[in-house]
C-alpha cells in the first residue's frame, strides 16, 4: 500500500473536526467558505482513499493503531464495505453544505460546526477498527444531531429532537453492555480479531438481541422506526439528507459488521424475526406512504420500506443478497438524500411539504422535473438506475432463503412504483392549480450542481454497478464463508450449480481479479 | 508503634490542623480577612495535597496509631481528590459570598477543617476514629450550610441538614455498637477476622445500621430526601463544596469498611448495595424530571450518579473499586462544572438567578457559558464523546466482569431516564426563545475555571485515562 505512511483516515477525522472549531468562532459569511473547503477536502482524500484501495490486497487497508487513551485503542482501518460508505458520506457532505447555503441564515457557524462534527463522526464509525472507539462514534453523532433537529428544525422540533435521542439512545445502552461482555470474553477490543472469535451459542442470543435493540432502531426497522418520520419532517433539508443518507447505513453496517460474522448461529436462527419484521415494514410503511400529504414523511417511510430490503438482503447469508444489500444502502443513500434535496428546492420557494400546495410544475420547472424524475425512478428501481441493481441482487438472493419473504419484500417495489409515481403526478403533472407554485423558478445553478452529481452516481452504479462491486465482493466472500456454518437451508430448492453466482466468488479464484478489479 | 512514627504518617492532617488553627487566630485579629484567609487556605490544601501525591503510585501501606488509621495508596488517593475539590471550592466562592455579605474568615477555617476530617474518613480502620472523622466533617458542614445566616433558606437548610444529619450520624453509630458488641472489636482487620466464621443476625443488623447512615451521608436512595433542600438552600459554592469533597470522603469510607471489615461476607451486603444502587438511580433519574431549580436538578443528578458508583462497590472486586475511584474523580469534575455554570447565571442587577426559566435561549446571549453548561449536561448524561461515558463505562465493565449482568442492563437502561432532564437543560439553552435576563460574567475566576473543567470534560479528557487507570488500580489494590 503506497499511503500506509500517511495516516490518511486520521486527516479525513481532523480535518472536519478542526474546520468545525474554527466555523463556531468566525462570521457566517466565513463559516460557509470554510464547511464547503473543508468537505470538499475530504472529498478529494476520499477520492485518493478509493483509488490507493487495492481490492485483491489486505482484507484491512490504511490500518492505524496507536494506544492513547489507555484500555480505548485509537485503532482505524478499512475494508471495500467501509470504503463504500466512506465514499457515500464525503460524497453526501458537500451536498448538504451547498444546500443549506441560502436556507439557513441563523446560527450559521453553528450549523457548520453541528455537520462538519457529524461528518468526523461518520467516517469514524465506518473506520474504527476498536469496538469501543466505534460505539464512542456510533453514539457521540446523536449529539450534533440533536442540535441540529432542534435549533434548525420545523415545528414540531422539539418534540422529535428528543424522540430522536432518547430513542437511539435506549436502543444502544443495551450493546454497550453487549460488547463489554465480548471484551472480557475475547480479551480484546479489536474488531478484526473479534470477528474471528467464536462465541457460544447460547451467549450468541443475548448478544445478537442487544446489537439488534441498536441496529433495528438506527435503521429502523418496523416497528422501531416512528422516530424516523418526526425527525425527518422537522430536520432542515440538510439534515434530512445526512440522516436517510448516511445515519440510517450505520445500522446495516452494525449488522453487516457485527451481527451476522459474529454472532453466526444466532444470526441464522433469528431469520425468522428479521424477515418477518422486514415483510410488515415493505408492506405497512409503503401503504402508509401511499397516504401521506407531507412530501418529506412519504419519502420518510419510503426509506422504513427500502431499509428493509437491506435487512431482507443481508440476512440471506450468501454472496448476492448482501452485496444487493449493501448495494441498496449506497443507492438508497444518493436517491433518498436527491430526493430530499428535491424537495428542500421547492419548500425553500413555497415554504410548505405539503403535496396539494403543488402541481403541474413541470411546465414552470422543466429542468427540476427532470431530475427529479430521474430520483422517482431510481427509488422505485428502474432498470439503469441505481435502485434496480440493488434491490435484484438483495431479492434474488433471498430467494434461495425464503421464497414467500422474497414474494412479500417484492410487493414493496411495485407498492414503491405507486407511492413514488402518485407523489410525482401530483407535483410535476396535472393542472397548475396553485399560482404560486407555477411561478416558481426553475433550478439555479448552485441547485443543479447539488443535484447533478447525484444524478450521475446514480446512472453509473445502474449501469455499471461492477466499479461499486469490486471493492466490497471479496470482504462480502469473506462474510459468507465465516457464516457458511449456519447458513439456513433454504426452501426454494435451486439447481445443484448456479453459473452467475459461482463466477463472481472469486474469493477463491483470484485470476479473476483481471477483468473485475478494474474500477 | 512509635509516636513519631505515627505522626508522619498523618503529614496532610497536620498540616491542615495548624493551618485551621493558625487561620483562626489570623481571622481573630484582622478584619475583613476572608479572601486573605482563603488565599493561604487553599495554599496549605495544596501543601497536603502534595504530599498525597508523593505516595500514589506506590503500593506501601502503613498502620498509624495501633490500627486507628493507615496510610495507604487507596486514602491518598482519595485525599488528594478531596483537597483539590476543597480547593477549588474555596477559590470560587468568594465573590459569591461577598455579594451575600458572607465573606467571613471562617469560611475556609470551616472548609480545611472539614478536610481534617475527611482525610480521618479515609484513612481510618477503625470504627472510633471512623466516627471521629465523620463528625468533624459533618459538624463543618452544618455550619456551612447555614453560612449565609441572613438568607432564610439558608438556615433552613443547615437545619435540616443537622437534623437529619444527627439521626444518620445515630443511626451510625447504633450500628457500631452492636457490630463491636458483636465482633468483639472496633478494628476494621479484626472484624473482618470474626465475620470469617459466622455472620449471627446481631451482626447484621449492625452492617445494615451502619450502611444505612452511611447511604445518607451518600445521599443515596432511599436516605436521600434530604439532598434537594439542603443543596437548593445552601450558598451555591457550599453546594459544589457538599457535591463534591465529602461525597468523595463517604463513599471512600464505605468503600474501606465494607470491604475490610465485611469483604469476608460479600453476600452479606452485596444484595443492599445492589438495592441502593438501583433504587438511587431510578429515584435520581424520576426525581429531576419535575425539577424548575436547576440547583435541585443538580441534586438529583449527584443521587442518580451516586447510584452509578455504588454499581462498582457491589461487585466487590478490585476492579469494581478501581472504577469507583475513576468514575468519583470524572464526577467531582463534572459536578463542579455544573456548579460553576450555576454560579455564573447572575441577572443584570447582580442577583443570582437558578431556573430554568432563566436560561432560556442562553445560546444566544452566552454562548460560551451555555456550550460549557451543555458539555457538563451531556457529560453527566453519559452520552460519548464525553468524558462522563468513560465513568459510566468502566463502572458497567466492572459490573460485567463481575458477572452482574442483569444490574448492569437495568442501570444503563435508567441512565436514559436521566438523559431524558440533562437534555431538557440543553433544549431549554439552544431551542427556546431567548429571554436575556442573564448578564454577560465580571468573575474571571469562574469563567476560567469553568473553562478548564469543560475541557476536561472533552474529549480531551480521555488523554488522562492511561494516569488515572493506573492510580486507581494502585489505589483500589491497597483495599484487598
Same mark, same amino acid.
Given at each position: 500500500m503506497n499511503a500506509a505512511d500517511i495516516p490518511i483516515l486520521s486527516i479525513m477525522l481532523a480535518i472536519p473536526m478542526v474546520a468545525a472549531a474554527l466555523c463556531l468562532f468566525v462570521r457566517a459569511e466565513l463559516a460557509r467558505p470554510i464547511a464547503v473547503g473543508a468537505t470538499l477536502a475530504n472529498f478529494i482524500l476520499g477520492g485518493v482513499l478509493w483509488i490507493s484501495y487495492d481490492p485483491a490486497g489486505a482484507q484491512w487497508q490504511f490500518t492505524e493503531s496507536a494506544q492513547l487513551f489507555g484500555p480505548i485503542g485509537w485503532k482505524l482501518g478499512i475494508d471495500g464495505i467501509s470504503l463504500t460508505l466512506i465514499m457515500l458520506s464525503v460524497f453526501l457532505m458537500p451536498i448538504c453544505i451547498g444546500a443549506s447555503w441560502n436556507s439557513i441564515q441563523k446560527r450559521v457557524g453553528e450549523y457548520m460546526a453541528a455537520f462538519l462534527l457529524m461528518e468526523t463522526l461518520m467516517i469514524g464509525v465506518f473506520a474504527a477498527q476498536d469496538l469501543l472507539l466505534f460505539y464512542i462514534f456510533f453514539e457521540a453523532g446523536l449529539i450534533p444531531m440533536y442540535l441540529i433537529i432542534g435549533i434548525w428544525g420545523g415545528q414540531d422540533r422539539i418534540y422529535a429532537s428528543y424522540k430522536f435521542f432518547l430513542y437511539t439512545l435506549l436502543g444502544s445502552v443495551v450493546m454497550l453492555i453487549a460488547m463489554l461482555w465480548m471484551i472480557q470474553f475475547a480479551g480484546t477490543a479489536d474488531i478484526p480479531n473479534l470477528l474471528n472469535t467464536d462465541f457460544p451459542v447460547q451467549a450468541q442470543t443475548l448478544l445478537w438481541l442487544a446489537f439488534f435493540a441498536s441496529f433495528a432502531v438506527k435503521m429502523p426497522m418496523w416497528p422501531v422506526h416512528t422516530w424516523l418520520p418526526d425527525a425527518h419532517v422537522q430536520a432542515p433539508t440538510a439534515g434530512s439528507v445526512i440522516l436517510a443518507g448516511v445515519l440510517l447505513k450505520m445500522g446495516g453496517y452494525g449488522f453487516l459488521r457485527f451481527s451476522l460474522p459474529m454472532f453466526p448461529e444466532a444470526s441464522a436462527n433469528f431469520i425468522p424475526l428479521v424477515f418477518g419484521l422486514s415483510m410488515v415494514a415493505v408492506v405497512y410503511t409503503s401503504l402508509v406512504a401511499l397516504v401521506q400529504q407531507d412530501m418529506k414523511k412519504l419519502i420518510a417511510y419510503s426509506s422504513v420500506a427500502h431499509m428493509a430490503i437491506v435487512t431482507v438482503g443481508l440476512f440471506t447469508f450468501n454472496q448476492q443478497g448482501i452485496e444487493g444489500a449493501i448495494i441498496v444502502m449506497l443507492s438508497h443513500g444518493l436517491v433518498s438524500g436527491a430526493l430530499f434535496l428535491c424537495v428542500g428546492v421547492i419548500y425553500d420557494r413555497l415554504h410548505t411539504r405539503e403535496i396539494s400546495r403543488y402541481g403541474g410544475i413541470s411546465v414552470n420547472m422543466p429542468k427540476y422535473a427532470l431530475l427529479f424524475m430521474l430520483f422517482t425512478m431510481a427509488s422505485v428501481g428502474l432498470p439503469g438506475t441505481s435502485g434496480f441493481v440493488g434491490e435484484f441482487l438483495s431479492l434474488a438472493g433471498s430467494y434461495k432463503v425464503s421464497t414467500w419473504a422474497t414474494l412479500i419484500a417484492t410487493t414493496g417495489i411495485i407498492l414503491g412504483a405507486g407511492y413514488m409515481l402518485y407523489l410525482y403526478r401530483r407535483i410535476?403533472?396535472?393542472?397548475?392549480?396553485n399560482a404560486d407554485a407555477a411561478a416558481m423558478q426553475d433550478i439555479g445553478g448552485r441547485e443543479m450542481w447539488l443535484l447533478a452529481p447525484i444524478a450521475i452516481v446514480v446512472l453509473w452504479m445502474g449501469v455499471y454497478p461492477e466499479t461499486f462491486l469490486a471493492p466490497i465482493r471479496r470482504d462480502v466472500a469473506t462474510i459468507v464463508d465465516r457464516i457458511e456454518r449456519a447458513a439456513p437451508a433454504g426452501d426454494s430448492k435451486l439447481m445443484a450449480v448456479d453459473p452467475t453466482t459461482a463466477r463472481f466468488r472469486v474469493a477463491h479464484e483470484p485470476k479473476k481479479d483481471v477483468a473485475e478489479g478494474s474500477h | 508503634m512509635e509516636l513519631n512514627a505515627s505522626l508522619s504518617l498523618v503529614r496532610p492532617e497536620i498540616i491542615l490542623s495548624f493551618s485551621a488553627l493558625a487561620l483562626l487566630l489570623l481571622a481573630a485579629w484582622m478584619d475583613q480577612a476572608g479572601r486573605l484567609i482563603s488565599i493561604l487556605a487553599v495554599a496549605a490544601l495544596g501543601a497536603a495535597a502534595a504530599l498525597t501525591v508523593s505516595l500514589l503510585g506506590s503500593g506501601s501501606s502503613a498502620s498509624a496509631f495501633d490500627g486507628l488509621m493507615v496510610n495507604d495508596a487507596f486514602g491518598n488517593f482519595s485525599k488528594l481528590l478531596i483537597y483539590i475539590a476543597a480547593a477549588v471550592s474555596l477559590t470560587i466562592a468568594p465573590r459569591f459570598l461577598e455579594k451575600a455579605g458572607a465573606m467571613r474568615a471562617e469560611y475556609p477555617v470551616l472548609i480545611v477543617l472539614s478536610c481534617i476530617g475527611m482525610g480521618v474518613m479515609v484513612s481510618a480502620t477503625d470504627l472510633i476514629s471512623l466516627y471521629i472523622g465523620l463528625e468533624l466533617q459533618s459538624l463543618s458542614a452544618y455550619v456551612l450550610a447555614s453560612f449565609v445566616r441572613s438568607d432564610g433558606r439558608s438556615a433552613e437548610a443547615g437545619l435540616k441538614y443537622f437534623v437529619l444529619g444527627g439521626l444518620a450520624s445515630g443511626m451510625l453509630l447504633f450500628g457500631a455498637s452492636l457490630v463491636y458488641g458483636f465482633a468483639g472489636s472496633t478494628n476494621f482487620a479484626a472484624i473482618g477476622l470474626a465475620m470469617d466464621k459466622e455472620v449471627g443476625l446481631g451482626l447484621i443488623f449492625g452492617i445494615v445500621f451502619i450502611l444505612s447512615g452511611l447511604a445518607f451521608k451518600i445521599s443515596a436512595a432511599p436516605f436521600h430526601m434530604w439532598t434537594p433542600d439542603v443543596y437548593e438552600g445552601a450558598p451555591t459554592p457550599v453546594t459544589a463544596f457538599f457535591a463534591s469533597a465529602p461525597k468523595v470522603a463517604a463513599i471512600a469510607l464505605l468503600m474501606r469498611i465494607v470491604l475490610e471489615? +465485611?469483604?469476608?461476607?460479600v453476600l452479606v451486603w452485596q444484595q443492599i448495595i445492589i438495592a441502593v444502587a438501583l433504587m438511587s438511580i431510578i429515584i435520581g433519574a424520576v426525581g429531576a424530571i419535575g425539577q424548575q431549580n436547576l440547583k435541585r436538578l443538580m441534586a438529583y443528578s449527584s443521587i442518580n450518579n451516586v447510584g452509578f458508583i455504588l454499581i462498582g462497590l457491589a461487585t466487590g472486586t478490585e476492579q469494581g473499586i478501581a472504577a469507583m475511584l475513576v468514575y468519583l474523580t470524572i464526577y467531582v469534575a463534572m459536578t463542579f462544572g455544573g456548579f460553576v455554570c450555576l454560579m455564573q447565571l447572575k441577572d443584570k442587577d447582580g442577583n443570582y438567578r437558578e431556573e430554568f426559566s432563566d436560561i432560556a435561549g442562553l445560546s444566544k446571549t452566552r454562548p460560551g457559558l451555555a456550550a460549557a453548561f451543555a458539555i457538563f449536561m451531556f457529560s453527566l448524561a453519559g452520552i460519548?464523546?464525553? +468524558?462522563?461515558f468513560w465513568g459510566k463505562l468502566v463502572v458497567f465493565n466492572a459490573a460485567v466482569a463481575a458477572g452482574l449482568l442483569p444490574l448492569a442492563v437495568i442501570g444503563i437502561s435508567a441512565s436514559v431516564i436521566g438523559a431524558f432532564y440533562y437534555l431538557k437543560v440543553v433544549k431549554v439553552m439552544y431551542f427556546d426563545d431567548a429571554v436575556d435576563v442573564i448578564a454577560e460574567s465580571d468573575d474571571k475566576v469562574l469563567v476560567w475555571t469553568g473553562g478548564i473543567l469543560a475541557a476536561a470534560n472533552s474529549p480531551l479528557g480521555y488523554f488522562a485515562i492511561p494516569v488515572l487507570g493506573v492510580w486507581t488500580a494502585v489505589a483500589a489494590k491497597a483495599l484487598f
Open positions: 410535476a403533472f396535472g393542472p397548475q392549480v | 471489615a +465485611f469483604g469476608s461476607q460519548p464523546p464525553l +468524558f462522563g
